[in-house]
C-alpha cells in the first residue's frame, strides 16, 4: 500500500495546459481501471474532478480530462484558470477492496 | 444536497481512545459503501478504512489494522470510526467519504485529531 508517485509541482499561464503524472504499479493504477483525480484547494475538503481514468462527475468542466497508459495515469487541465490553482491528488483502487492516493502535486497559475 | 458532517475529533494522549461519528444527509445513506479518509500535512492524504452498504463487509488500512474499528448505522445515517491505542501518528484530519464506482465520491469537512508526542 504504497503512495502513488506524482510531481510535487506544476504550472502554466492562464489559458494553457498542465498535465500531472500519477504512476503506480501492476497491483493499482496499472491493474484496474478505477484511477481518480481530486482537486484541494487550502483549508477545503478534497473535490472528485475525474472517476474511472477518464469520466467527469457531474458540474466539473470539460477542461478537466484523465487518462492512462500501463500504470501511469495522468490529469490535463486545459485553458488553465486562476481558480484551476490548487493540490491535486490521485488515487486509484488497489485490489481487496482497498485504495490508495497519490502525493499530491501543486498547481500554479502563473 | 449531499451533507457529511464529522464530529468527535480531538486531542488525545498517546495510547488512548475516540470516537468519530458522520451524520449524513440528502441521500440514500444505505445505498452506499462509505470510507473514512486521514490527511497530514507531511504524508498527504490516506485512505483508513471502508465499510459496505449493510455492513457486512469492514476493511483497513494496514497501520490501523486491529486498533480501528468502523462501523454505521443505516437506520441513523450515521458512520462511526472507534480508534483505539492512538499514536503519534495517527494525528490527521479524519474525513467521512461517500464511495462510488472505486472513487471518494462526497467528503465532509473534516474532524481533526490530535495525539501528541
Known amino acids: 500500500q504504497s503512495a502513488l508517485t506524482q510531481p510535487p509541482s506544476a504550472s502554466g499561464s492562464p489559458g494553457q495546459s498542465v498535465t500531472i503524472s500519477c504512476t503506480g504499479t501492476n497491483s493499482d493504477v496499472g491493474g484496474y481501471n478505477y484511477v481518480s483525480w481530486y482537486q484541494q484547494h487550502p483549508g477545503k475538503a478534497p473535490k472528485l474532478m475525474i472517476y474511472?481514468?477518464?469520466k467527469r462527475p457531474s458540474g466539473v468542466p470539460d477542461r478537466f480530462s484523465g487518462s492512462k497508459s500501463g500504470n501511469t495515469a495522468s490529469l490535463t487541465v486545459s485553458g488553465l484558470q486562476a481558480e484551476d490553482e490548487a493540490d491535486y491528488y490521485c488515487?486509484?483502487?488497489?485490489?481487496?477492496?482497498?485504495?490508495?492516493f497519490g502525493v499530491g502535486t501543486k498547481v500554479t497559475v502563473l | 444536497e449531499v451533507q457529511l458532517v464529522e464530529s468527535g475529533g480531538g486531542l488525545v494522549q498517546p495510547g488512548g481512545s475516540l470516537r468519530l461519528s458522520c451524520a449524513a444527509s440528502g441521500f440514500n445513506f444505505g445505498d452506499y459503501w462509505m470510507n473514512w479518509v486521514r490527511q497530514t500535512p507531511l504524508k498527504g492524504l490516506e485512505w483508513v478504512a471502508n465499510i459496505k452498504q449493510d455492513g457486512s463487509e469492514k476493511y483497513y488500512v494496514d497501520s490501523v489494522e486491529g486498533r480501528f474499528a468502523i462501523s454505521r448505522d443505516n437506520a441513523k445515517n450515521s458512520l462511526y470510526l472507534q480508534m483505539n491505542s492512538l499514536r503519534v501518528e495517527d494525528t490527521a484530519v479524519y474525513y467521512c467519504?461517500?464511495?462510488?464506482?472505486?472513487?471518494?465520491?462526497?467528503w465532509g469537512q473534516g474532524t481533526l485529531v490530535t495525539v501528541p508526542s
Open positions: 467519504v461517500r464511495g462510488k464506482s472505486a472513487a471518494c465520491e462526497s
Open positions: 474511472e481514468v477518464s
Open positions: 488515487g486509484s483502487y488497489a485490489g481487496s477492496n482497498s485504495f490508495v
